[in-house]
């Protein structure tokens, strides 16, 4: 039974550009959650999709985005790449939103 | 919203010894959940612990809900416990459906 998988799991990107991170859930699991993690801090909650749609969302700007497929699996879109965009993107998921289960994040790099 | 403070920010033991880290958070919660971080990203589920006590082998959890915190006991630690633990809730009015971590406590444990 695969767990969370996440890709890629590591991306460099300039400023100013656009990034799409992925997530496939755990088989089961029908919520999407996303948080970022900046270098030595907790994670932080950014957004969590059920049923293709957004249910909560934390204090991220609106150039993050995201959506959930029919399968569950999950899209996250940042734009306009800024240098403080730079972290570790964690994708859990959960059998309707408690009980999170984490991939391995993304490692995004913004040069 | 729900704030989450964890102590110590770092611990170092030598193997075999014991140790006891504690999470404070600031509202009631319905979900308290304790993960740990490997030194590869990974955040592993330990305990799902919105109240009582649970033991898995070598570590084991209290919430004590009424007086708002949660302590994380690990014994006889080995060399691979090493890594970053967190604590996190989801509760308070604004927080339903998210995770609000604490910063983590670094634990490396020397052989």
């Known amino acids: 039974d695969a767990g969370v998988t996440q890709s890629p799991t590591h991306l460099i990107k300039t400023r100013g550009q656009q990034v799409t991170l992925r997530c496939s859930p755990k088989s089961g699991h029908d919520t999407v959650s996303w948080y970022q993690q900046a270098l030595g801090q907790g994670p932080q909650f950014i957004f969590q999709?059920?049923?293709?749609?957004?249910?909560q969302r934390g204090n991220f700007p609106d150039r993050f985005s995201g959506h959930q497929f029919p399968n569950y699996s999950s899209e996250l879109n940042v734009n306009a790449l800024l240098l403080g965009d730079s972290a570790l993107y964690l994708c859990?998921?959960?059998?309707?939103?408690?009980?999170?289960?984490f991939g391995n994040g993304t490692r995004l790099t913004v040069t | 919203g729900i704030q989450v403070e964890q102590s110590p920010p770092d611990l170092i033991l030598q193997e075999g010894a014991n140790s006891t880290l504690r999470c404070n958070f600031s509202d009631s919660v319905n979900n308290l959940q304790w993960f740990h971080q490997n030194p590869w990203g990974q955040l592993i589920n330990l305990f799902y612990i919105p109240s009582g006590t649970k033991q898995n082998g070598r570590l084991s959890a209290t919430t004590v809900a009424t007086e708002r915190y949660s302590l994380l006991y690990i014994s006889s630690s080995q060399t691979t416990d090493s890594g970053v633990y967190f604590c996190a809730v989801e509760g308070g009015l604004d927080s339903s459906y998210k995770l609000i971590f604490g910063s983590g406590t670094r634990l490396l444990v020397r052989p």
């Open positions: 999709y059920y049923e293709e749609e957004e249910r």
């Open positions: 859990a998921s959960s059998p309707g939103g408690i009980l999170l289960h």
